[in-house]
């Protein structure tokens, strides 16, 4: 297991090598160092995972060093590797690596490549940071690592104003989920007296019905603190409410989204409310909340990528959905289904955000799905590549042969689960889910159908067209205004290659082993042996519905984008209101900019006029200097240059002196 030590510190020894000598030696060489540095990790941790799929490994901890020693405070530096960390250690090189080898051809002609990759690889460093944690302390150490490496990542064009203003916002909202996640490790050190991860869970199912005082009310004590640490979970993985932050980010390079907004930022609030687990199970009310709000953001998210037509943000929206059914398949108890989906979700939505990548690198950055169309001739292998992430993302399998893309595999045993679970929030979530799974079918879709079919529609994109430099009349008569698209370079596209082999096969591959092996788990999540079995009584319609509303979804996207494209148009205008919501994303980002954006930066103008300025300085440094601009006035006076004005003052002095000592 000393291989950990490599797997987690390789990218952090390439990040400072790639920022200290930054542009000093050739881009070329910090491209090299960071990438072969994540390949090295990404080929160490499989083994590791394999190991514990094998049952041929158990889970241990290998310790770093001392670091803590504070009164009742004491922990060290150790990182836990077990089937949970094994899981998270695949997902998070295996992304990190492909994303840093897919970036020598995006990011070829940016400046500061140096940067971007030292920037990638310090982001890694921070999330393995976070999975090895064996206490709550050193994970909260890679939480706000992430959360720095992302605000890097997010605002890396830093000359464009909304990239600075989406980095920005990313930080501040995160802020305050960290908030919460901070208050829940405190209260959690107040009643374990330890922040050590197996001493909390170990000491967990005693604390069950133990109340505490908290806003002046006596709750229960497992309920608060599993509330508190869901909120920071809510903020790292864009739940409803928290969630404003994830579609801005898409204002970072492609990678970027690809790395930290699909594959690994976005799921470490998953990974903590699993790693924690049983703490969750002696928290009903908190595992309902957490069902609720899981269920909620899945559908919201899928109403708003509806409308939505820069690909980058329909596919963000997408993300924030899948993480809504990890969310609530962890608050009926299903964990291993919520890795599982975590798993395989990595695979086919990194998959689809680098292929949207391929598909703005060969459109010249153009983002607009409106000017696309026509595109699988001309990118084929794009297109097959984005195919095999959407046939997986929308569950297409065939239930009689247990057989299907990654999503079919493990979205179908998420809602399984919440339906199995029997409870009414576990039919809410199911409801929702599959409501959400129509959703999530049509937008696929459309995004294929608008992308890859139907006439070429690139005439009517500006930004395009000013990269021809013809008018359309030198262009010629036909919808390319004479610009021809490109398949990317082969950089590009091994990632995608081998993305859609996970999403291809990953789901079958690992199916057993996630759901129906409890041993695999080997105690590092609770295991609900009796749900998981309940999944494979549900009755067949349940196990159906999925596969149905895909279809569904399928259809309607067809009927509207390929057979009759005037749908779209009217469907809007009938909906009217209804459309508007969804297209300007719930009103979310107004609301929030009514009721705290607004009355922050008046209360800060406030402080800044009548408090820095009419008070602090009016008497502080302002007024010391006009009392010695004044005196200054008056000295001068004295200073007239006449020998008989000195001996006066000095007789005067001399007086005022005697009379002094005298009375």
Known sequence: MNSILIIVFFP?????????????????????????????????????????????????????????????????????????????????????????????????????????????????????????????????????????????????????????????????????????????????????????????????????GATIGFLGLRM?????????????????????????????????????????????????????????????????????????????????AATVGTTQWDIKRVIAYSTCSQLGYMFFAAGVGAYGAAMFHLFTHAFFKALLFLGAGSVIHAMHHEQDMRYYGGLRKQIPFTFWAMMAGTLAITGVGIYWLHAGFAGFHSKDAILEAAFGRGTEMGNFAFWMGAFAALLTSFYSWRLMFLTFWGKPRWIESEHIQHSVHKTPEEAGADTTGGYHPHESPLTMLVPLGVLSLGAIFAGWFFSHAFLDDAGFWQGSIFYNEALMHQIHAVPLWVKLTATVVMLLGLITAWWAYIKDTSIPAKAAEQLGPVYRLFYNKWYFDELYNVIFVKPAFWLGRQFWKLGDVGIIDRFGPNGVAWVVEKGSVGARRFQSGYLNSYALVMLLGLVAAITWVLF
């Open 12 to 208: 952090l020894l390439a990040a400072l090598i790639a920022g200290l000598t930054n542009k000093a030696a050739p881009s070329v060489f910090a491209k090299a160092v960071t990438t072969a540095a994540l390949f090295i990790s990404c080929a160490l941790s499989w083994p590791i995972f394999l190991g514990f799929v094998a049952g041929d490994l158990t889970a241990t901890v290998v310790p770093v060093l001392q670091w803590v020693r504070s009164g009742d405070l004491a922990f060290d530096w150790a990182l836990r590797v077990d089937t949970l960390t094994a899981v998270m250690l695949v997902v998070i090189t295996t992304v990190s690596a492909l994303v840093h080898l897919y970036s020598w051809g995006y990011m070829d002609e940016d400046p500061d490549q140096p940067r971007f990759f030292a920037y990638l690889s310090l982001f890694t460093f921070a999330m393995l940071m976070l999975v090895t944690a064996d206490n709550l302390v050193q994970m909260f150490f890679g939480w706000e690592g992430v959360g720095l490496a992302s605000y890097l990542l997010i605002g890396f064009w830093f000359r464009k104003p909304s990239a600075n203003a989406a980095a920005i916002k990313a930080f501040v909202v995160n802020r305050v989920g960290d908030l919460g996640f901070m208050l829940g490790i405190f209260g959690t050190f107040l009643v374990f007296g330890t922040v050590s991860i197996p001493e909390i869970l170990a000491a967990a199912p005693a604390m069950s």
């Open 220 to 300: 229960h004590t497992m309920d608060v603190l599993c509330i508190l640490l869901f909120i920071g979970a809510m903020g790292k993985s864009a739940q409803l409410g928290l969630h404003t932050w994830l579609p801005d980010a898409m204002e970072g390079p492609t990678p970027v989204s690809a790395l930290i907004h699909a594959a690994t930022m976005v799921t470490a609030g998953v990974f903590m409310v699993c790693r924690l687990s049983p703490m969750f199970e002696t928290a009903p009310i908190a595992l309902g909340v957490v069902t609720f709000i899981g269920a909620a953001t899945c559908i919201f």
